[in-house]
């Protein structure tokens, strides 16, 4: 065996096989999860995004009205969950399929 047979992985600090870095690269890219929102645009983190409809929101006693503002939101592992801010609502957590990417 040569010395290219092994590649050092840095993520985990190990002297790996060369086939074994491919396949874990592999994972690490497919785990990626893209998020849509209502019309098909590609969210992502720091984004603004619109309501498109109403949204009685539970627990705080408060309704978001449709074409309200949402700004600086932040992508969860889930491909339908989107984490923001809004004044007086803490912890908001919103379904892709309600926004539009400004």
């Known amino acids: 065996m040569g010395d290219d047979d092994y590649v050092y992985d840095e993520a985990s600090g190990e ?6 870095l491919g396949a ?3 994972i690490a890219t497919s785990a990626v999860v893209e998020v849509r929102d209502a019309v098909g645009n590609l969210l992502a983190d720091g984004d ?3 309501l ?5 929101v ?12 949402i700004k600086s939101i932040r992508l969860t592992g889930d491909a339908q969950e989107i ?3 809004y004044d007086g ?3 908001l957590v919103l379904r892709a399929e309600f926004v539009r990417k400004r």
């Open 48 to 50: 603004q995004v619109t």
């Open 83 to 85: 984490d923001c801010r």
């Open 89 to 91: 609502i803490k912890g």
């Open 24 to 26: 874990t690269a592999d």
């Open 58 to 69: 539970k627990g705080a006693g408060q309704t978001l009205k449709r074409g309200t503002l």
């Open 52 to 56: 498109i409809k109403d949204l009685t």
């Open 15 to 20: 002297w790996l096989p060369a086939s074994a």
